[in-house]
Structure formats: structure tokens, C-alpha cells
């Protein structure tokens, strides 16, 4: 009887605990879920308004919901004569070689200073990082001089060039903080069997994934959404990538603004992004949780 009558305060505080911790649980869900509906409502209003005629995207006072969906501000996309299409292919090359360079570079680097470290090697490490805090409009002149005379102004690869080179200082931050992270009893046991430095890091390169795909999501985000560096660059409208692309549309070359289409531009513009961060989200927050944590 003194057991079952002592086991019972003992469950309705088990019931209790239970409860409150249902409780935060569920109110730290909604907050979220609140946060995160307020964020992603511009991008939902933006798809509804994308599925609008042109009568009823401008129609006051306006509607929430298409009555009518049509896909034809989609099939109805073209800058200067140009489909989307080739603006968004523009957009695909500067991003992917931006992610390619930037990741192998960086990779490199943050190998070398996370495994051979010299004397002045940390002093190194924080003048290049100091290189971050150096906004691109005060390079901006030299930069343009320098890829003038090398004959890289108005082209692509001028383009993914200097892209590059502003993502290597944070890239190599978290690609460094990968490498430093993994035990030097790996290190060790890789030296016993003989192996050397590409071997080294060939066996290190799994355990740093995270790093190198949250420095190849930050130079794809990058270099996806860049408008001043392409702008400045390139002057023949058909290299244009995405959002340089889009501001035709904005200023309005199609006689007037025209709601649907600017919409469901934005909305081709923005979907890469959320798929990628959707698919590699769990690497990503690994990859920042490490870069934080050295």
C-alpha cells in the first residue's frame, strides 16, 4: 500500500513534467511556424500572383487567390527578345563555375592551414579574413582595370573570376574550422600507413563535406543573386544573368509593368535557391555549427 500511494505523486509529476515540456514543445513549434510563414508569405503571394491574367493582377482591391490560374506569364517570359531560359542558363554557368572555383581553391587552402601551419601562419589566416570586411565598391575601380587589360570585361568568365575571389576569405574560414575539427589520431594513423599529402587529404575530404557544402551554398547564393558586380562587368544585354535580367522588366521595357511576369521571374529566380538549401540543409547547418565552434 506505501508503494502504490508513494508511486502516485511520483506518475502525476512524470504526468506533469510531461505536459509542461508538451507545452514549450508546442509553443516553441508555433512560434516558428509564425516565423517562418512571415518570411516565406512574400514568396507564396508572389507564386499566387505569378498564376494571374494581367487584368486581374492590377484589379482593385485585389485578390488573394487567382480565380482564373494561367501559366502564361511563364510562357510569356523574354527580355530584349531573348527567352528566360538563356538568361537563366547565364546564371547556371556563373553560379556553378563561382561554386567549382571557390570550393577547390578554398579547399586547398583551408587543407594547408588547418594541416601544415607555419610560423606566421595564423597572422596570414586573419589578414585574409580581414579581406571580408572590405566592400566591393573600393576595389571596385582597380578590379575593373586590372580585367580590362587582361580583355575579361564584358565576359562570363571576368564575371565568375571576381565572384570567386570575394567567396575564397569566408570559404577557406569554414573549410579551415572542417579540417581542424577532425582528431589527429586520423592524421596520425594516415602517417603510419604512409600516406602522403593528396592521400592525407583524399581521406579527409568525407569529413570536411560539411564545410565545403556550406561554403559551395554560400558561393551559389552568391553568385545567384549578384546584381552590381555583373552589372558593372558586362554591357552586352544577352550575358546577362538573372537579376540584372529582371530589372528590364522592372523599369519596365514591356510599355508598362507588368505584375504577372515580374512575379513568376521571381519566383524561376528564387526556386534554385530553396531547393538546394531544402536538399542540403542538414550539411549546411553542420558546416555553419563548425565554422562557429573554432
Not at 78 to 99: C, P
Amino acid at each position: 500500500m506505501l508503494a502504490v500511494r508513494g508511486g502516485r505523486p511520483a506518475a502525476a509529476r512524470r504526468q506533469a513534467t510531461s505536459r509542461r515540456r508538451a507545452l514549450a514543445g508546442g509553443t516553441w513549434y508555433a512560434a516558428a511556424a509564425c516565423v517562418a510563414l512571415l518570411f516565406a508569405s512574400p514568396l507564396l503571394f508572389g507564386l499566387l500572383d505569378s498564376l494571374k491574367s494581367p487584368a486581374e493582377a492590377v484589379q482593385i482591391p485585389p485578390s488573394y487567390f487567382p480565380h482564373h490560374p494561367t501559366l502564361g506569364n511563364y510562357t510569356s517570359l523574354s527580355v530584349g527578345g531573348l527567352g528566360i531560359g538563356h538568361f537563366l542558363l547565364n546564371s547556371v554557368l556563373v553560379s556553378a563555375a563561382t561554386v567549382v572555383g571557390t570550393v577547390i581553391i578554398a579547399g586547398l587552402a583551408a587543407f594547408g592551414f588547418a594541416r601544415y601551419p607555419f610560423r606566421g601562419s595564423r597572422a596570414v589566416f586573419l589578414v585574409m579574413l580581414a579581406a571580408i570586411m572590405v566592400p566591393f565598391q573600393v576595389l571596385m575601380v582597380p578590379m575593373y582595370t586590372v580585367l580590362n587589360r587582361l580583355s575579361l570585361t564584358n565576359s562570363l568568365l571576368g564575371v565568375v573570376l571576381v565572384l570567386t575571389t570575394f567567396q575564397l576569405p569566408f570559404a577557406t574560414f569554414v573549410i579551415q574550422n572542417s579540417f581542424s575539427a577532425i582528431p589527429d589520431e586520423l592524421w596520425e594513423a594516415a602517417a603510419v600507413d604512409g600516406a602522403g599529402v593528396w592521400r592525407s587529404l583524399r581521406l579527409a575530404l568525407p569529413l570536411a563535406r560539411a564545410g565545403m557544402i556550406t561554403a559551395g551554398l554560400f558561393a551559389f547564393f552568391t553568385a545567384w543573386n549578384e546584381f552590381f558586380i555583373v552589372l558593372i562587368l558586362l554591357s552586352d544585354e544577352p550575358k546577362y544573368t538573372m537579376p540584372v535580367a529582371l530589372t528590364t522588366l522592372l523599369t519596365g521595357t514591356l510599355g508598362s509593368i507588368h505584375w504577372g511576369i515580374l512575379n513568376a521571374s521571381v519566383v524561376i529566380t528564387a526556386l534554385p535557391c530553396l531547393v538546394l538549401y531544402a536538399v542540403l540543409q542538414r550539411h549546411f547547418v553542420r558546416g555553419v555549427m563548425a565554422g562557429m565552434g573554432h
